[in-house]
């Protein structure tokens, strides 16, 4: 499983679980599931995109940069534009 390899310790917990697990074992449906993609905004879309990438690359953001095909500078626009945060325990990159 992904979150035992991003694991930086012995230990498994909850933070390391996919949302949509995470929504599966509360019974609730993970907010993108609310409206079918169709009825979903190319904003919409491209901030769950850009939040799945950092998130797989444990916000790294050279390695998203080179997945998502953009640059530091714009990757840091898009992060700011659509308000994205890392989760608690992910060490902020310095800017360059």
């Known amino acids: 499983m992904k979150g035992v390899a991003l694991s930086h310790s012995d230990t498994f917990t909850r933070e390391l679980l996919p949302e ?44 998203a940069c080179e997945v998502l095909g953009v640059s530091r500078p714009r990757l840091r626009r898009m992060i700011n534009e659509y308000g994205l945060v890392p989760p608690q325990g992910i060490v902020e990159e310095e800017e360059d």
């Open 20 to 63: 949509h697990i995470l929504c599966q074992s509360m019974g609730s449906t993970p907010p993108t599931a609310e409206k079918p993609l169709t009825a979903r905004s190319l904003k919409d879309i491209e901030k769950e995109h850009i939040s799945r990438i950092l998130e797989a690359n444990n916000w790294h953001r050279g390695k």
